[in-house]
């Protein structure tokens, strides 16, 4: 009994441990968003980098966003996090971000980020609370193995949606367990389609306030539905329940050709089979415009105890360390060349076109519209992609999809409304939003 | 009641739980009621809405009203079911045979490992081309469905894996059905009852109390089915949990997505009431009714 | 002649309903277990063994290793230290402070006795739900927010079902012995220390051990509570080794299986060691409910 009562004494004292971290100035605490290897590599060159600046970073591991509302409730919010565009919004008007103008002003370094990752940190309010840590676009991985086998010319930079279609369709094989497909031509999952629609001509405005389902984008639905209809890729929630995820799917050669994020670290690590990478292929006839994403970024809290330090750090992390060099969000340095040299397998895969297409054209980010960053996004989002999802698994016409989009637009309205009346923003928040209210012309409830 | 003899030395013994009762139970049901009628982040200060959060769940809110419908098809199938399950295990654990001691730990170890293990090894069993269950089926000539990823048959999976745990309730069982005296089934064997007539007419009277029992713990604790659903449904991104197509959002995975997710602590206040009423009528529900089939030997209670 | 064969067919009878009971229960038990071996068989598989098609039951090359992965991908020592620690702290919390509740719920008589123990009993049907948010706030406020405060703080006021349970077996000792130890002089903490508490040994075991199994196996106060991984329990871990493993690029279902089993073994050597001790309580708790 004396035994336990000791353990218990003991248990007090250990949860009593790590209780209150209250970081001494030049100490920054960093949520950090990364792999274990990357969390390693980081925390050799901190010392170094604390040497040199006087700023030693402490790295709190990313334990998802809910976990960061939970320390930010708590007053434990670390100095420096991950946010995505409308978490950003958010957090900015509830007071929780530093604007980085007031550490930022005449730093050379602004110079050295591209612009539109500047502009990308800005909120409504025209305060900059975020800087992009990394960008991306996507592509094509395919297997340069099953082409071969099936006597298929390697897809080039021109290639179209439909002779991707084609491709697809003689790479498909039809004599797996019980029917289903051994292999599939392709899979693309669903948050590419929005990539899809950018590249076939849908523009969503920046800021803008309303769902709009243009006609390109129908198409872009249809299109990507066939797929799915014609057995050349296998549907999602058949995906999901695989318990496999897409770098599997194409290594062990449940697909031939699969759509993802061009880098992507994980899956080019993974991949032993011989492979090539191309550009997401358009619809025939439609102009050169490809996806590259510029949602998210580093932000820093407005609670933050030093201020100078945190953005020394913030800086350090985006172009000084060496997980993420050489970083595409800087425009000074030879991205495609240092993740050649990384990485000997994108030589020659086609990375550097994919890569160089998508800087040319760039097309943007449909996250970073609409349906993502406005204060429209949140509640639009909520109500469409449930249908959405219910489209992927083809219970709901894409027609059927599109009689919605005033029932959204007029919901979304007044959920904005309501947090209006309800919610603490600052007062240029507040003002931008009443304005888009004022901007946000809505069909008239039948 | 009498003054009492011990005045206020039993207050001190009870105050442990009588301080943790103000402290954790009272203080913040009262709390709670105030928040349920605020919106609140947990960033800013909560703001007065009224009953405009009730308004919303009970009126305006097709998502919560489709985890409402999940959690009632969820408890229809897996209560009843289970408790058929258990009894039918029960029964057989309590024929008074060699070895049946192994059967008894083989039934009753799942119920007490750790649930979210239990949920990655479902997780697996129920992949549709790798898992056990389809693997099963194959060698019968059956096709199975995506399991989890199937609408149709995501709650059916939970309810299948939830059969997999019935082995506290068939402890209760048992324990009730060895409580038997041996004499009331003589006695109606005598009066030329066969086994069917003696199982209706002696044991399920007998038993009825640990029915009544099992059937409102069991309907306390699946409406509050949470782990499994949050666990075995979504991708790795938060938000996801609850598919597909929200077939197996709970509500208290709702009230979880609201509260912890979305930071909605106004609105997922009001959810935990509207909860809260939900179990007190079924439970008083089922109370009302057992008077009617539960007995109690010699009517105390 | 008549006699015999009757007893003939009454044994015959006997055979068939025994062997009849045997194979239902084979059959059930089975089903039961298949689970859990085929758990171990995919937990021994390499990477492309847990995708082969017909599964391999009996791995050609089982491979251990992957137990050793899964400990260390996952701190499984240090998720077993929390754990432990935790679990343990609330099991003596509670099992101290419930008894002692439950002892002045049963043999002292104060006002309001029995409608405190009316209220005691009715909180047992609250869903945590309806508290859960404002303790939340509360202790965010406190700065206990990823601290095992939360998780160990609320066994100091004991627990309405193992207050109940106490009682009930109180009610059962003889109050001869109270009697007896008064007339020695004993005061009323020194007779529930020493006389009630040792007598009421079973139900302190039974008690504690279903405390334990809801404290190791606690999900969702870890999931809300704690942040930092090096804080986690088994449970939690497990889960956020799940989604480590899932988001990343390649699901190692073979690891997480690994892992998943050996988070089962605690529960599985406590149950084999108080298998009785499980059985008497949920008699008690079950029957006189």
């Not at chain 3, 309001?112 to 009316?118: E, P, Q, T």
Request: glycine residues 8%; hydrophobic residues 50%; contains cysteine.
């Amino acid at each position: 009994m004396r035994a336990c009562i000791g353990v218990v004494i003991l248990a007090v004292f250990v949860a009593g441990c790590g209780g209150n971290q209250q970081s001494a100035p030049g100490t920054v605490t960093y949520n950090c968003p990364a792999n274990a290897v990357e969390v390693a590599v980081l925390q050799k060159e901190i010392p170094a980098f604390a040497e040199t600046s006087g700023v030693t970073i402490v790295l709190h591991p990313f334990s998802g966003q809910e976990k960061l509302y939970a320390m930010m409730a708590a007053d434990k919010a670390p100095d420096i996090f991950y946010t995505n565009s409308t978490m950003r919004d958010e957090l900015a008007a509830s007071g929780r971000l530093l604007d980085l103008r007031t550490v930022a002003a005449h730093d050379p370094f602004v110079g050295r980020l591209w612009p539109h990752v500047v502009d990308g940190g800005m909120a409504a309010d025209s305060g900059w609370y975020s800087v992009g840590n990394w960008e991306f676009t996507c592509g094509v991985y395919y297997r340069k193995d099953m082409f071969d086998a099936a006597g298929i010319a390697y897809p080039d930079s021109a290639w179209t949606w439909d002779e991707m279609v084609a491709a697809a369709r003689a790479l498909t094989r039809r004599s797996g367990p019980g029917g289903a497909p051994a292999r599939y031509g392709i899979y693309c999952g669903s948050h590419f389609v929005e990539a899809l629609e950018i590249m076939n001509g849908s523009r969503f405005p920046r800021g803008g306030t309303r769902l709009e389902l243009p006609a390109t984008s129908r198409e872009v639905y249809r299109r990507y539905l066939d797929l799915m209809n014609d057995g050349l890729m296998p549907d999602l929630r058949t995906v999901q329940a695989l318990g496999m995820q897409a770098p599997q799917l194409l290594q062990t050669g449940r697909v031939a050709m699969l759509v993802e994020a061009v880098p992507h670290q994980s899956l080019i690590e993974a991949l032993t089979v011989p492979w090539g990478v191309a550009p997401l292929p358009r619809f025939p006839g439609k102009a050169p415009a490809y996806f590259r994403s510029a949602s998210g970024g580093l932000s820093i809290s407005s609670h933050t105890a030093d201020a100078r330090a945190s953005w020394k750090a913030l800086k350090w992390i985006i172009g000084g360390a060496s997980t993420y060099q050489p970083n595409p969000v800087l425009r000074d340095v030879d991205f495609v060349g240092g993740w050649e040299s990384r990485y000997a397998a994108l030589r020659g895969s086609g990375f550097r076109e994919v890569w160089d297409l998508s800087l040319r054209h760039n097309g943007g980010d449909p996250r970073f519209f609409v349906r993502f960053s406005s204060w429209a996004s949140a509640p639009i989002m909520e109500r469409l992609q449930p249908l959405l999802d219910r489209v992927w698994a083809r219970e709901l016409p894409v027609d059927e999809l599109a009689a919605h989009v005033d029932e959204i637009n007029r919901a979304a309205r007044t959920q904005i409304e309501t947090s209006l009346r309800t919610s603490v923003y600052g007062s240029s928040f507040r003002a931008r939003i009443e304005t888009d209210l004022q901007t946000m012309e809505v069909a008239p409830a039948p | 009641m009498t003054s009492g003899r011990d005045g206020r030395t039993g207050y001190l013994y009870i105050a442990p739980w009588l301080i943790g009762f103000l402290l954790l139970t009272a203080g913040p049901m009262c709390v709670s009621l105030y928040l349920s009628t605020t919106s609140w982040t947990m960033l800013t200060p909560p703001v007065q809405v009224g009953f405009r959060n009730y308004a919303a769940i009970l009126t305006d809110d097709p998502i919560f009203t489709v985890s409402l419908l999940n959690t009632l098809v969820y408890v229809v199938l897996s209560v009843p079911l289970g408790l058929a399950v258990a009894l039918g295990l029960a029964l057989l654990l309590d024929q008074k045979a060699k070895g049946v001691a192994i059967f008894r730990t083989a039934f009753f170890l799942p119920s007490i490992t750790n649930m979210v293990a239990v949920a990655m090894l479902w997780l697996w069993i129920f992949n549709p081309e790798y898992g056990l269950l389809n693997a099963l089926l194959q060698h019968v000539g059956i096709a199975g469905p995506l399991w989890l990823q199937s609408e149709v048959w995501a709650k059916p999976s939970l309810v299948l894996m939830s059969l997999w745990g019935v082995g506290g309730t068939m402890m209760i069982f048992l324990a009730a059905l060895q409580g038997i005296p041996q004499e009331l089934y003589e006695a109606a064997e005598l009066d030329g009852a066969g086994p069917l007539s003696r199982f209706i007419h002696v044991t399920v009277p007998m038993i009825s109390p640990a029915v009544l029992f099992n059937l409102v713990v069991g309907i306390i604790g699946t409406f509050q089915v949470f782990t499994q659903a949050f666990v075995m449904t979504g991708t790795a991104q938060p938000g996801t949990e609850g598919g597909p197509n929200n077939a197996t959002l709970f509500v208290v995975l709702y009230l979880y997505k609201k509260a912890f997710q979305e930071f909605r602590m106004g609105y997922a206040s009001a959810l935990a009431w509207v909860l809260f009423f939900l179990i007190l009528a079924a439970t008083v529900a089922q109370m009302r009714m057992a008077k009617r089939w539960v007995h109690y030997e010699g009517g105390e209670r | 002649m008549r006699r015999m064969d009757t007893s003939w067919r009454a044994t015959l009878t006997m055979t068939l309903r025994t062997s009849l009971l045997y194979g239902i229960l084979s059959v059930l038990g089975a089903a039961f277990t298949l689970p859990l071996v085929w758990m171990l068989s995919v937990s021994l598989q390499d990477a492309s063994g847990v995708f082969a098609q017909p599964f391999q039951w009996i791995p050609p090359s089982p491979r251990w290793e992957n137990y050793i992965d899964a400990v260390t991908l996952f701190p499984f020592s240090r998720y077993l230290f929390n754990t432990s620690v935790i679990t343990v702290s609330v099991v003596v919390l509670t099992v101290l402070s419930s008894s002692l509740v439950a002892y002045g719920f049963s043999r002292l008589r104060f006002r309001g006795r029995d409608a405190l123990f009316a209220v005691c009993l009715s909180t047992m049907m609250l869903p945590g739900q309806v508290t859960m948010i404002p303790l939340y706030a509360a202790y965010a406020r406190l700065g206990w927010i990823d601290t095992w405060y939360p998780l160990i703080v609320p066994a100091v006021f004991g627990s309405p079902f193992y207050i109940f349970l106490f009682r009930q077996f109180f009610m059962t000792i003889p109050r001869e012995y109270d009697e007896a130890a008064r007339l020695d002089g004993a005061g009323r903490f020194r007779i529930y220390w020493s006389i009630i508490l040792p007598l009421a040994r079973p139900a302190v075991a039974t008690v504690a051990l279903f405390c334990f199994i809801g404290a190791w196996n606690d999900f969702f106060n870890p999931l809300i509570y704690i942040n930092s991984p090096e804080k986690a329990t088994l449970t939690l871990g497990l889960h956020m080794l799940k989604n480590q493993i899932v988001g990343s690029g390649s699901v190692q279902w073979h690891v997480l299986m690994a892992a998943a089993l050996v988070v089962m073994i605690p529960n599985v050597i406590v149950f084999i060691a108080a298998q009785k001790h499980f059985v008497k309580g949920l008699q008690m708790g079950g029957l006189r409910g």
